[in-house]
């Protein structure tokens, strides 16, 4: 199995975003490349995020398979107690417009966007403002947080897509 260009991407702009990750890639060669917070990593989330941007896995082999500890793998969202982090493939700007327009964060939910230009994507923040101690578990955070990937990528699709009119 071959890991995507977007999928690293991703995984470099969580990395660097949210403190405590680590992200280990296989490679065809059988290294395993391990990056961010992990005692074992070979190099930092940044140094991580540099080395996507490059692109030049000839050294270590093409990335087989991708994992990031602290990511739920069916989601790809880092859970922190009253916080979600996730990565939409939209400018920050259109982010931001998409879910205005969506109006799908509310009070007790507030969303934070954080573009990487370099790698072409944001990571966004969200979390449940107002309360003393957040709850790791919280059910409405991550419908929330589904909602709000749905909303970022339907956007990025309608965005790129060329529908055809049909006329009668």
């Given at each position: 199995m071959t890991v995507t260009a977007p999928q690293l991407r991703s995984a470099a702009a969580l990395t660097a975003a949210v403190q405590g990750l680590a992200c280990r890639v296989d490679t065809a060669e059988?290294?395993?490349?391990?990056?961010?917070?992990?005692?074992?990593?070979?190099?930092?989330?940044?140094?991580?995020?540099?080395?996507v941007i490059k692109g030049d896995w000839s050294d270590v082999g093409a990335p087989t398979c991708l994992a990031i500890d602290g990511v739920d793998p069916t989601t790809g969202f880092a859970a922190?107690?009253?916080?979600?982090?996730l990565v939409s493939p939209l400018s920050p700007q259109a982010t931001i417009a998409a879910l205005r327009e969506a109006g799908c964060v509310a009070p007790p939910f507030q969303a934070m966007v954080r573009g990487d230009d370099e790698l072409a994507v944001s990571v966004v923040r969200l979390s449940r403002v107002g309360?003393?101690?957040?709850?790791?578990?919280?059910?409405?955070?991550?419908?929330?947080?589904?909602?709000?990937?749905?909303?970022?990528?339907?956007?990025?699709?309608t965005g790129t897509t060329d529908v055809p009119t049909h006329h009668p």
């Open positions: 059988g290294r395993c490349v391990i990056a961010g917070a992990a005692t074992d990593a070979q190099m930092c989330a940044l140094a991580f995020r540099q080395f922190k107690p009253g916080e979600r982090y309360v003393d101690s957040p709850a790791l578990e919280d059910p409405e955070l991550d419908e929330l947080s589904l909602e709000v990937f749905s909303t970022c990528l339907i956007a990025h699709l």
